[in-house]
Structures are given as structure tokens and as C-alpha cells.
């Protein structure tokens, strides 16, 4: 009955002319009388009994279109013109008809009743509007905020949830077991579940913060979900106890967390390697005089910081082994293709061997411009890479300079070239200081110095 009373609430014309209180509200219902009235001299002569059924449509018109006031000054002016025709002309106590005047005061009632009635419609009609508005609202906010609903009857141990839950948990039923939901929840985190249900429910302690599980869809796809619980009393404490809550879908915000631990994890190993790195080169960096040691220190940390900013241009993803070449042969970029030959096909150097690919180049490079074949005008570079099969190439070849020969003493710059290479990529180092100028050929298997395509 009440839908019913709902539903016919809100069949009314909203008009902002004729909207309640407004002047164009009394002027309905004074129009409206007024025709009434007329239909009622028209029809008067031909049919009895008519005196006040004209007068009915326009107080339940009056009142459905402006509500309570134009409806109650349609029953005044709707009894004072009935009274006209009911009651005698002139001022005497002596009525002929005295029906008649019975009929008026029934009238009066069942005319004030109806405004009474029509206007607890329009209230509950409004009220439904307002209510289902206050509803949208709601369900779009969540939508917007990706949040799905639910609730928890205690009593029938069922679950109802709206539209996003039911895809969250991929269930296509309106209510559910919690049994059901419970064969859902991953079994590592069953247990945490059913205590956290217990908790939401106690009445002495209610929780209302998130707690995250792991999901398994029909699909067996794992999500993992966040929940909020909150427990709430309709009517008596002890018999009409609620759990409500929303469900989020955030297995996106977990995997990005689990990325960025084991990004800072990785930052940390790098960190670590990065700073033996540099106490190998503070402490192989061995001059006589302070100036020499920090011309040399910097200049490797230089190299150094070069390569790292290659691999934070590709977030850590390897390093092309061209840009590679080019930025430690920077000195000299003017150069390149003409004295300086720079070959190779487009290979992507794994982020170990390119920081010690990286320095030995600097050590070749810095040699070469000191005493090799750039430090005259007439010699000239090759660095050519490449794979042939499972295993990996580069080599660095000096010509036209004058002639070199193999340090007096074994120093850093040996070190860097030959042996710390050979251990970052497990491969082989063959340094030649021939008469015509060095010669640097790196051979190592291709997995352990390029970084895996995909």
C-alpha cells in the first residue's frame, strides 16, 4: 500500500509559477473554483444533485498541482460558492432544506480530509524523490571512487552487495552465504577473515579499519580486495543488528607496492655496489702527490657517473651500447666519424656489465687522448660490437698514433680494463700494447652482458 501511495504521490504537475506558497498557486485556485462554479449554473437546471460534484476536481486538482495552501483556500471558496446556492438569500435562521446544510458540512470534511490526504502524498512523494536523489548520489560516488557496497545480515548469515561487488568478487547472486564468501577468500588469508568478521560484529568494539585480502574468481584469477566493516543497530540493540561496509578492488596498488619494494631493494644492492665501486677506485688510485690522486679520483667518478645516468635514463633497463661508446668517448665527440670509427648493431647492455664496460672505456679513452692514437693528429679509433651466435663482442682498436708499450707497473686503469670486466660478465679480456697502438677485445656469452629481449 504504501508503494501504491508512493507511486500516485508523485503523479503532479511542478510548475515553478504554481509551486506552493507562490501567488500564482492562489490564483489556480481561485480560477479553478471559479470554473467549477460556472459548470456548476451551466449544469444546474438540467441535472439535480449537483451542488457540490463540480467542486470536487478542482480542490483535488488544486491541491495535487500547488499543494496544502491552494488546496485549503479551493475548500474555502468552493464552500462559500456551494453555500450560496445551499443557504437562503437574505440573513435568517429558517432554512427550507435543512439536507441540504448537513450535506455542506460533509462536504467541508471530506473536502479538508482529501487536501489532508493528497497532502501526506505529496510529503511522502517528495520524501521518495528525495530519498532515491540521496541514493544516486551515493551509488555515483562510489562508482566514481570505484567502491562497491555490501551488507551483512547476522541473523540469516547472508551477504547482499550492489552491482561493483558482485563483479569484485564475481559472483552473480543478489544475496550470498558467508560460507560462500568465505571459499572465495585465498586460504592463506581464510583465517584473518573470520576473525576480523568476528571483531566487526562485536557490538562492545566496533572496528571500522580496512583490512585486505586475497580473492579467488571463478576464473581461479587471485585479486586482492580491500574491506571495510562498520556495525550498526536499526531498532532494538539485540535484534536488528547490521553489518555494511565497501569493498575496493586494489590488486593494481598492490602490485605497484610490490614493484616499488623490489625497486628500492634493488636500489639498495646498486647503492652498496656503487659505493665498493668507488672505495676500489679511491684506494687503487694511488699517486705521490694529493693533486695527481684527485685530478685521477675525479675523472673516474666522472666515467662513473656518466654510466649511471644512462641507466637512470632507462630506468635501470640496460644501457644501448652506442650511447654507451659515445658518452665516455664525450672528449673527443667531435671526432667520430671521421678519426674515430663507432660500429655496431643496436644492442642493449644489461645494467653490471655497462658500469664496467663503462669504466674500462673511460681508461682506454683517457689513455688514448694522454699517449695512444688521440693524442696526435694523424691517429685514428675503432670500437666495433656485436654477437656471433650466444656470445658477445666489442673491441677497441688504435692506429696511426705513435708507438706504445705495456705499462712498468700494473695500475687501476689495468684493473678496471682487464680484470674487473672479466669478472662483471664473466668473460675474456685480450690487451695488446702493440707497436701501432692498443688493442682491447672483449668476448664474454651474450646472456651475461645483454639485457634479455622480450
Known amino acids: 500500500m504504501r508503494e501504491i501511495t508512493n507511486r500516485l504521490a508523485l503523479i503532479y504537475i511542478d510548475v515553478p509559477v504554481l509551486r506552493p506558497g507562490t501567488i500564482g498557486a492562489y490564483l489556480l485556485a481561485l480560477v479553478s473554483v471559479g470554473v467549477a462554479t460556472v459548470l456548476r449554473l451551466a449544469m444546474g437546471p438540467y441535472v439535480e444533485g449537483l451542488q457540490f460534484a463540480t467542486y470536487l476536481p478542482a480542490v483535488i486538482l488544486t491541491t495535487l498541482i500547488s499543494g496544502v495552501g491552494a488546496g485549503l483556500l479551493s475548500v474555502v471558496l468552493s464552500v462559500a460558492a456551494a453555500a450560496f446556492f445551499v443557504l437562503p438569500p437574505h440573513l435568517s435562521f429558517y432554512v427550507e432544506k435543512p439536507g441540504d446544510v448537513l450535506a455542506l458540512l460533509l462536504y467541508t470534511m471530506v473536502m479538508l480530509f482529501t487536501v489532508a490526504v493528497i497532502t501526506g502524498m505529496r510529503l511522502a512523494g517528495e520524501r521518495s524523490r528525495d530519498q532515491q536523489a540521496s541514493k ?80 579467488r574468481r571463478r576464473d581461479r584469477e587471485v585479486r586482492w580486495v580491500e574491506v571495510r566493516w562498520f556495525l550498526y543497530f536499526d531498532g532494538d540493540r539485540h535484534e536488528r543488528e547490521t553489518v555494511v561496509g565497501t569493498v575496493q578492488d586494489i590488486t593494481e596498488r598492490k602490485e605497484r607496492e610490490e614493484r616499488e619494494r623490489l625497486f628500492m631493494s634493488e636500489i639498495n644492492h646498486r647503492a652498496k655496489n656503487m659505493l665498493s665501486v668507488v672505495d676500489a677506485i679511491a684506494h687503487q688510485t694511488a699517486t705521490r702527490t694529493p693533486e695527481v690522486f684527485i685530478e685521477r679520483f675525479s675523472e673516474r667518478i666522472q666515467a662513473l657517473a656518466a654510466n649511471q645516468d644512462l641507466l637512470i635514463l632507462n630506468a635501470w633497463h640496460g644501457v644501448e651500447t652506442e650511447d654507451l661508446v659515445r658518452a665516455q668517448l664525450a672528449p673527443f665527440a667531435d671526432l667520430i666519424g671521421s678519426r674515430i670509427v663507432v660500429s655496431g648493431p643496436k644492442l642493449r647492455l644489461n645494467a653490471a656489465s655497462a658500469q664496467a664496460i663503462g669504466l674500462a672505456l673511460h681508461e682506454l679513452t683517457t689513455n688514448a687522448g694522454k699517449y695512444g692514437a688521440l693524442s696526435k693528429d694523424m691517429g685514428g679509433l675503432d670500437v666495433r660490437w656485436g654477437t656471433e651466435g650466444e656470445t658477445f663482442t666489442m673491441s677497441w682498436t688504435e692506429r696511426d698514433g705513435p708507438p706504445v708499450s705495456p705499462p712498468q707497473r700494473r695500475g687501476f686503469g689495468t684493473v678496471v680494463m682487464k680484470e674487473m670486466v672479466e669478472r662483471s660478465v664473466n668473460g675474456t679480456v685480450d690487451l695488446e700494447y702493440s707497436p701501432s697502438g692498443v688493442t682491447w677485445r672483449l668476448t664474454c656469452p651474450a646472456a651475461n652482458a645483454l639485457e634479455p629481449t622480450a
Do not use: C
Open 136 to 215: 544516486d548520489r551515493l551509488q555515483f560516488t562510489l562508482d566514481m571512487a570505484q567502491l562497491g557496497s555490501w551488507r551483512y545480515d547476522p541473523r540469516r548469515r547472508v551477504v547482499s552487495g550492489d552491482s561493483r561487488f558482485k563483479e569484485i568478487f564475481d559472483v552473480t547472486t543478489d544475496e550470498l552465504p558467508i560460507e560462500d564468501i568465505k571459499k572465495l577468500v585465498h586460504p592463506d588469508d581464510a583465517e584473518r577473515f573470520l576473525a576480523e568478521r568476528k571483531a566487526a560484529t562485536d557490538p562492545t568494539n566496533p572496528r571500522r579499519s580496512p583490512h585486505e585480502y586475497r580473492v
